[in-house]
């Protein structure tokens, strides 16, 4: 079965400071990633998909298939950034796969 | 432009009883999922419907139902309700066979059982 493992609950960084959001899957065939993130009271909204390779409010991920990881990354850090961040998963078979989510890491940035 | 709409937002019930979720999709979207966030979870898939057909089922216990109307809006079913059921309800939609494959969500719907 396919799964994502986002391995930090909390990330807490300081305004300026790097961010890296983990985040690691499990399939052996070649799978959509996506990141989507969830600013407080608001609805989870896509931040960036791999296949775009678009970078989006300063935040990148690269898909490594070697390391069948997806980490999201940012150079310097922003209040605004604060937020519940969740890797997600799709098959690559543009049909009707349902999303599968890591649990999400909860990002605060520090004035 | 128009999102998922997702009513009620706030739902109140008590042990035993039923409720009932309603999910409206982005115009044109042929699909929607339904989610369940429990507090400090991360989004579990329910189940799906693809042109008024469920197309995919997660972990949808069986005291719930859901079907997609001819408009394609969806209703979630939940019968016998315990207090484990509070949680967030997500629902999602997207075009079947559009690439690259995108989900907007709706904002969701907050059940407490009491």
């Known amino acids: 079965a396919q799964r994502v493992t986002q391995p930090e609950k909390l990330l807490s960084v300081f305004k300026g400071a790097p961010v890296e959001l983990k985040c690691n899957y499990s399939?052996?065939?070649?799978?959509?990633l996506f990141w989507y993130v969830q600013y407080s009271r608001q609805r989870l909204q896509l931040l960036l998909r791999?296949?775009s390779r678009e970078s989006i409010k300063g935040f990148t991920a690269d898909l490594n298939k070697g390391e069948t990881s997806f980490h999201l990354k940012k150079p310097f850090a922003q209040e605004e950034d604060s937020a519940m961040y969740y890797c997600?998963?799709?098959?690559?078979?543009?049909?009707?796969?349902?999303?599968?989510f890591g649990k999400g890491t909860r990002l605060s940035v520090i004035a | 432009a128009a999102g998922v709409i997702q009513s009620p937002r706030h739902l109140i019930k008590e042990k035993r009883e039923t409720a009932t979720l309603k999910c409206y999709p982005i115009?044109?979207?042929?699909?929607v999922y339904w989610y369940q966030q429990g507090p400090g979870q991360d989004p579990q898939f329910l189940i799906s419907?693809?042109?008024?057909?469920?197309?995919d089922k997660g972990s949808i216990p069986d005291r719930f139902s859901a079907q997609q109307f001819s408009d394609y809006h969806s209703e979630l079913n939940m019968s016998s309700l315990e207090l484990g059921d509070s949680a967030l309800y997500f629902c999602?939609?997207?075009?079947?066979?559009?690439?690259?494959?995108?989900?907007?969500f709706g904002q969701g719907t907050r059940l407490t059982v009491v």
């Open positions: 999602a939609s997207r075009i079947r066979f559009q690439y690259p494959p995108e989900a907007f």
């Open positions: 399939y052996s065939g070649s799978p959509e």
């Open positions: 791999h296949i």
């Open positions: 997600a998963l799709s098959l690559g078979d543009s049909g009707n796969t349902p999303l599968v």
């Open positions: 115009p044109r979207h042929d699909t």
């Open positions: 419907f693809y042109e008024k057909m469920q197309s």
